[in-house]
């Protein structure tokens, strides 16, 4: 591998999703994690780590510049080197989505309505204190706390959405991991096969 030579790693999320990250010298795993997060659109606090299938078939996890440094010998003789990853988020680690800025304002929304409510329903006991024969016009209030209401029940419609999208996704992400397993799983049964299969031919010539 060229001193001068840029690393090309290819990266593939639990979605399937890969991209081709260009990893400049000197080679470090936070480098790298960097290149992963912005392409990715991680969150600030989105933890994990990567991995790479070794020679005999086993996934290896990278968390330091040591890890990536071994990994990177596999390729060094790779013209170009390529490095083939997977990108493995923890379980409270999410790309950026919608459904926390909704549940936050369905709540505060909800908060607004019922403050509403109470300033309302003081007002109506103030104006009743001070005169008992004035005509109450309580059209504004009602009007107001209708329309409160409404926005309340969007927002907490809004906000049901978004946790069963956040169950599917976490459903979707349980689902690949299990395929990556079995694929993990399978693959190594197949080099298994294919060992004995030489030692077999092996066997036969002698």
Request: net charge negative; charged share 20%.
């Amino acid at each position: 591998m060229s001193s001068a030579a840029m690393l090309v790693v290819k990266v593939t999320d639990a979605n399937g999703t890969t991209r081709r990250l260009l990893l400049d010298q000197p080679y470090t795993y936070a480098s790298l994690w960097a290149l992963v997060a912005n392409r990715f659109e991680l969150t600030e606090t989105a933890t994990g780590h990567l991995k790479y299938t070794d020679p005999d078939g086993d996934l290896i996890s990278v968390n330091t510049d040591a890890e990536l440094a071994e990994a990177l010998s596999l390729v060094q003789d790779q013209e170009p080197p390529l490095l083939r990853m997977q990108l493995c988020l923890s379980a409270s680690s999410t790309h950026s989505t919608p459904a926390g800025s909704v549940s936050a304002w369905a709540g505060a929304l909800t908060n607004a309505y019922n403050e509403r409510e109470s300033v309302a329903s003081d007002d109506s006991a103030v104006m009743v204190s001070q005169d008992d024969d004035a005509p109450l016009d309580s059209s504004a209030h009602s009007s107001q706390l209708q329309d409160a209401e409404h926005f309340a029940r969007e927002a907490q419609a809004q906000q049901a959405s978004a946790a069963a999208a956040a169950g599917v996704a976490e459903e979707c992400r349980a689902a690949a991991e299990a395929a990556a397993s079995e694929a993990e799983r399978i693959a190594k049964e197949a080099l298994r096969i294919a060992a004995e299969a030489v030692r077999a031919a092996e066997a036969a010539e002698e």
